[in-house]
């Protein structure tokens, strides 16, 4: 489809029947909290609870006799739970909060499929080189197999007989071909945008 074309159908389609793939912010954001995330958990909530004495075992010479051992041990089940403060526990409301948006994040890609290539001919099944003949026979045997009303039960039914009749319309049409074997674009050369929206609730 020519940029022409599509800007058409764009302005001319309801806004309420787009629909938003989201995906790529929510794999963005989830690499951004994993690798945010799991240094804060460590150096928040798991180093203070069990080296959170440290400092206090060694702000002061031990010369290892009995005395400066039970002085030693005095302090530290003095500063043993120091680090559990009021601050300590917004902390853990803090990296709880993370995980859970981590979490969020991961919940809304773990079904995505992955992004599937277009390729007319192995649609089709069948060579890149294969004639016009050989095209319309395959493609008229996966209409049949494919045809939404023959397949009531696959949601994707219809998304796959589109994709087949485009093939079928590439594969048929000499110039578009051509094209998408030299630059798979079946209307030629031609520039690209890629960009990331916002999820739909921004």
């Known amino acids: 489809m020519s940029s022409g074309g599509f800007k058409e159908n764009f302005e001319r389609g309801d806004k309420e029947s787009l629909d938003y793939d989201d995906s790529a912010f929510y ?29 206090v075992n060694y702000s002061l010479k031990n010369c290892k006799c009995y005395i400066c051992e039970d002085r030693m041990i005095k302090r530290s089940s003095i500063y043993k739970f120091s680090w559990l403060t009021s601050w300590f526990i917004v902390k853990i409301i ?59 039960d696959n949601p994707n039914a219809v998304e796959e007989f589109i994709a087949i009749t485009k093939a079928y319309t590439i594969m048929t049409d000499e110039k578009a071909r051509e094209n998408f074997l030299k630059y798979g674009n079946p209307d030629g050369k031609g520039s690209m945008a890629v960009g990331i929206a916002l999820p739909k609730f921004l």
């Open 27 to 55: 794999y963005f954001g989830l690499a951004l909290l994993v690798v945010s995330v799991i240094p804060l958990t460590w150096i928040m909530i798991i180093k203070p609870i069990f080296y959170g004495d440290i400092a």
């Open 94 to 152: 803090i990296v709880a909060a993370l995980w859970f948006t981590t979490y969020k994040c991961y919940d809304a890609i773990k079904d995505v499929e992955p992004l599937k290539t277009f390729i007319p001919n192995e649609l089709l099944g069948v060579e890149t080189d294969a004639t016009v003949a050989q095209v319309k026979k395959a493609y008229r045997k996966l209409s049949r197999e494919k045809h939404p009303d023959k397949n009531p």
